[in-house]
C-alpha cells in the first residue's frame, strides 16, 4: 500500500509512437506532478495538477499532455514520442501547495524511445 | 547557473565515515527538502527544514538561512546508505519546488 504507484516501470517504445504513463493515488490528495530525471539535471517539472480537470504546464512541457478525470489519477501522455524523451518520470503527490507540505514520490517509469 | 546547487556531485568513503553532503540556493525560498533515492527505487523525503537542525538516527541536516545553505550529514555510514542525494527548495516567491542535481553517494565496506 504505497499510496502512490506509477505503472509501467519500465516500457521500450518506438519514435513516433503514443505513450501514456499512468499515476496512481489513494490519499486523496489535490495536487499531483509529472516530472523527469535526466543525468546533469534536477528533477524537472513536465505538467501538474491542482484538482480533477484542473492542470497546468511546467518547465519542459513541449512534447507532453496530461489528463485527470479523477482524483486518483493523474495520465501522461506522449503524442508522438522522441528518443529526448528517453528519461525516467516521476510522479509525486501532495496535500495542499505550500512550504510546509512535502511531496511523496512514486517509484518512477523508465522509459527509452528508440 | 542552476538556483540549487549540490556538491559534490559523486563522492566515495569507506564504511564508517563521516559524511557530508552540501546544498547551495540563491533563491528566496520557505523552507528545503533533503531526498533520497537507492538505485533503480523511487524517491524518499528524509528531512523538510526552514531553520536549525534536524537530526533522524544517523542523519543529521542543517540549514543556515543568511548564507542560503544546507548541509545533509551522516555519521558512522553504512554501505546501505549508497544512494542519490537530492535537495529542493522550496521557492518562496514561485511557489514551486526547485531540485538540486543530486549526490551520488557510494559508501564501500
Known amino acids: 500500500d504505497a499510496g502512490i504507484t506509477q505503472s509501467p516501470r519500465h516500457k521500450v517504445t518506438e519514435t513516433g509512437t503514443p505513450v501514456t504513463l499512468r499515476c496512481h493515488q489513494t490519499e486523496n490528495h489535490r495536487y499531483m506532478y509529472w516530472y523527469r530525471q535526466d543525468p546533469g539535471h534536477g528533477l524537472r517539472l513536465i505538467h501538474y495538477?491542482?484538482?480533477?480537470?484542473?492542470?497546468d504546464k511546467g518547465e519542459v512541457s513541449d512534447g507532453y499532455s496530461v489528463s485527470r478525470s479523477k482524483t486518483e489519477d493523474f495520465l501522461l501522455t506522449l503524442e508522438s514520442a522522441t528518443s529526448s524523451q528517453t528519461s525516467v518520470y516521476f510522479c509525486?503527490?501532495?496535500?495542499?501547495?505550500?512550504?510546509?507540505?512535502?511531496?511523496?514520490f512514486g517509484s518512477g517509469t523508465r522509459l527509452t524511445v528508440v | 547557473k542552476n538556483e540549487v546547487e549540490q556538491s559534490p556531485q559523486n563522492l566515495t568513503a569507506q564504511e564508517g565515515e563521516f559524511i557530508t553532503i552540501n546544498c547551495s540556493y540563491s533563491?528566496?525560498?520557505?523552507?528545503l527538502h533533503w531526498l533520497q533515492q537507492h538505485p533503480g527505487g523511487g524517491i524518499v523525503s528524509l528531512f523538510m527544514l526552514s531553520s536549525g537542525k534536524k537530526k533522524h538516527g544517523r542523519l543529521i541536516a542543517t540549514i543556515n538561512i543568511q548564507e542560503k545553505h544546507s548541509s545533509l550529514h551522516i555519521t558512522a555510514s553504512h554501505p546501505r546508505d549508497s544512494a542519490v542525494y537530492i535537495c529542493?527548495?522550496?521557492?518562496?516567491?514561485?511557489?514551486?519546488?526547485?531540485f538540486g542535481q543530486g549526490t551520488r553517494l557510494t559508501i564501500n565496506p
Open positions: 533563491v528566496g525560498i520557505s523552507a
Open positions: 509525486a503527490i501532495s496535500p495542499q501547495v505550500g512550504a510546509a507540505y512535502g511531496y511523496t
Open positions: 529542493a527548495a522550496w521557492q518562496r516567491g514561485a511557489q514551486k519546488l526547485v
Open positions: 495538477s491542482y484538482g480533477v480537470k484542473d492542470t
